[in-house]
């Protein structure tokens, strides 16, 4: 386990049964990029699921369609080609061959992605987040498993995200069991 993985379940409980690995190669084959290896090593070890009752981290092909990375992705990048013929996108976006891969959603309504740029590494892309209106951004410089870590322990603080979260008491409950 990687030092950022077990920083993170010292702050969120782990599920107690085993989560079902999920066909990589599938996955990155879909969303047409390769994933980072903190985010396959987060998901092999949680799965996708709930957490603190706001955040839903989402696993490539989860039998629970609200926590499928892949039909979530498409969803949102679909979504987002349409809001931007009316509304500013992100700076980042402007470049040619950027594209935004959804990894988690609140209830809210906000979005976490990844920054995909042409030729870069999977494990350096820094996380932007969007609000629930589409027109806030945030950007993190930081790996998922970095950010949940930092935001559940407080030693980040998102703008965006619910003011209530991250709980005191922190819950993970497993997508499949939901």
Not at 21 to 31: I, M, R, S
Not at 111 to 127: A, C, K, M, N
Request: hydrophobic share 35%; net charge negative.
């Amino acid at each position: 386990m990687s030092p950022e993985l077990n920083r993170l379940t010292e702050v969120l409980p782990r599920p107690s049964a085993p989560t079902q690995t999920p066909d990589w190669d599938a996955a990155e084959a879909a969303l047409g990029t390769a994933l980072p290896a903190d985010y396959k090593e987060l998901i092999t070890t949680y799965g996708g699921g709930f957490v603190d009752g706001y955040l839903l981290l989402l696993e490539p092909g989860c039998s629970n369609d609200v926590y499928d990375q892949l039909k979530i992705s498409a969803e949102r990048e679909e979504a987002n080609d349409a809001l931007w013929q009316y509304e500013d996108k992100p700076a980042e976006m402007n470049a040619d061959g950027n594209r935004l891969l959804c990894w988690a959603t609140t209830d809210n309504g906000e979005y976490l992605y990844w920054l995909v740029q042409p030729g870069d590494t999977p494990d350096s892309r820094p996380i932007l987040i969007n609000d629930e209106s589409g027109e806030d951004w945030e950007r993190y410089a930081m790996t998922v498993t970095q950010f949940l870590t930092a935001v559940l322990s407080g030693e980040a603080r998102s703008h965006i995200l619910w003011d209530e979260f991250p709980l005191e008491q922190h819950q993970f409950h497993p997508a499949r069991e939901m």
